[in-house]
């Protein structure tokens, strides 16, 4: 078993930032790929972010790609985003996620086994 435990959001104004973190327990972090999802009330999941094992890779779509940097820190089993610029738009709960049995960076949230409980993000305009 995996737990996933978010931290960081809250109220910013736009143009603001936050630094979300990811705790991660129960299974070696490093052996799993990482991302990063939000969700906003009455819509879909959505990708947010992916991170290798290793860290040396990463993935964004183009609504985030600029503003936000996802990163690990192995040593301490953590996850992080760093979220600049942020926009009123990227107002949502926001989770961590981990996967085990996919081999690349995945932008689907199927493809990813354990999900934290999430962290909610407002940005007010």
Not at 25 to 31: A, K, L, V, Y
Not at 81 to 100: G, H, I
């Amino acid at each position: 078993q995996v737990q996933l435990v978010e931290s960081g959001g809250g109220l910013v104004q736009a143009g603001g930032s936050l630094r979300l973190s990811c705790a991660t327990s129960g299974r070696t972090f490093s052996t799993s790929l990482m991302g990063w999802f939000r969700q906003a009330p009455g819509l879909a999941r959505e990708f947010v972010a992916a991170i290798t094992r290793s860290g040396l890779s990463t993935d964004y779509p183009d609504s985030v790609k600029g503003r936000f940097t996802i990163s690990r820190d192995n040593a301490k089993s953590t996850l992080f985003l760093q979220m600049n610029s942020l926009k009123p738009e990227d107002t949502a709960v926001y989770y961590c996620a981990a996967a085990f049995t996919t081999p690349y960076m995945s932008r689907n949230p199927d493809s990813y086994n354990y999900w934290g409980q999430g962290t909610q993000v407002t940005v007010s305009s």
